[in-house]
C-alpha cells in the first residue's frame, strides 16, 4: 500500500503490527522514519531490536525508538543500552493514560498535562520539525 502512494510531500503515519514482519514486506526505502516503540522489558527489548535491525536493513529512514512506559532510571538505562546510537525518546509509566484507556478517552482529551501526554507531543514536534 505504501508503495502505491505517490511521491509527493504529504506524511503518513501507519501503525503497524508488533514484530517484524510488516517491515519486512516493505519496499526498501519507502518510508523516512520507523518508529520503534519499546517497553524496558527482555521479551520487548527483543523485539525492538529485531524490528530496528530489519529497518536498518531495508533502508527504512531514520529509527527512532520510543521507550514506553518507564518508570526509573533502571528502565531508562536498559533501554538506552540496547539501542546505542539510536534516537530514544523516553515516555513515562503514567496512570492517566490506563485511566483514559479504561474511560474511552484519548489521553490528551483526559488529561492533557499528564507527563506521557507532554512527551508523545514533545516526540510529534520532533519528527514534525526534522525534514
Known amino acids: 500500500m505504501l508503495g502505491s502512494v505517490a511521491d509527493e510531500d504529504i506524511t503518513i ?6 514484530g517484524i514482519g510488516t517491515l519486512t514486506r516493505l519496499d526498501e526505502s519507502v518510508v523516512d522514519t520507523t518508529i520503534v516503540v519499546v517497553e524496558p522489558t527482555p521479551r520487548s527489548v527483543d523485539v525492538a531490536k529485531r524490528a530496528a535491525a530489519v529497518a536498518e536493513e531495508r533502508n527504512q529512514g531514520r529509527i527512532v525508538v520510543v521507550a514506553n512506559k518507564i518508570e526509573d532510571d533502571d528502565d531508562r538505562a536498559r533501554v538506552e543500552a540496547a539501542f546505542p546510537g539510536h534516537d530514544v525518546v523516553l515516555v513515562p509509566a503514567d496512570l492517566a493514560i490506563d485511566q483514559a484507556d479504561r474511560l474511552g478517552l484519548s489521553p490528551v482529551d483526559h488529561r492533557r498535562g499528564c507527563p506521557a501526554v507532554v512527551a508523545l507531543e514533545a516526540l510529534a514536534d520532533r519528527l514534525i520539525s526534522v525534514p
Open 13 to 18: 503515519v501507519a501503525d503497524l503490527e508488533a
